[in-house]
Nanobody, 126 residues
């Protein structure tokens, strides 16, 4: 059973950098074909995919957040991290980490998020 656990500060000041870590157990972040993603949900809004890091170490981001987001990993500790710079109160959200993979049905491809962390509340406020 794969388990993910987010950790990091719950309060960040405006203009600072938000840093979160997701520790994975029950499976390796280098297992072929899986990516490891960060997703957030602002209060009263839907889920927003922020970016991910692949099993081979490649990273990719939402275009709307790319300039402020960096995802890295520590394979020795089986964890991956999120850095979001220049935060504003609009970055206040519950942040989730999740395992991502690609499914296929005929000619259609779709993303699968099968394991999630429980989420961590991050508030941006002075």
């Amino acid at each position: 059973q794969v388990q993910l656990q987010e950790s990091g500060p719950g309060l960040v000041k405006p203009s600072q950098t938000l840093s979160l870590t997701c520790t994975v157990s029950g499976g390796s972040i280098t297992t072929t074909y899986y990516s490891w993603s960060w997703i957030r949900q602002p209060p009263g809004k839907g889920l927003e995919w922020m970016g991910a890091i692949g099993y081979e170490g490649s990273d990719y981001y939402s275009p709307s957040l790319k300039s402020r987001t960096f995802i890295s990993r520590d394979t020795a500790k089986n964890r991956f991290s999120l850095q979001l710079s220049s935060v504003t109160p609009e970055d206040t959200a519950v942040y989730y980490c999740a395992r991502e993979s690609l499914g296929c049905s005929g000619t259609y491809y779709y993303l699968i998020y099968d394991y999630w962390g429980q989420g961590t509340q991050v508030t941006v406020s002075s």
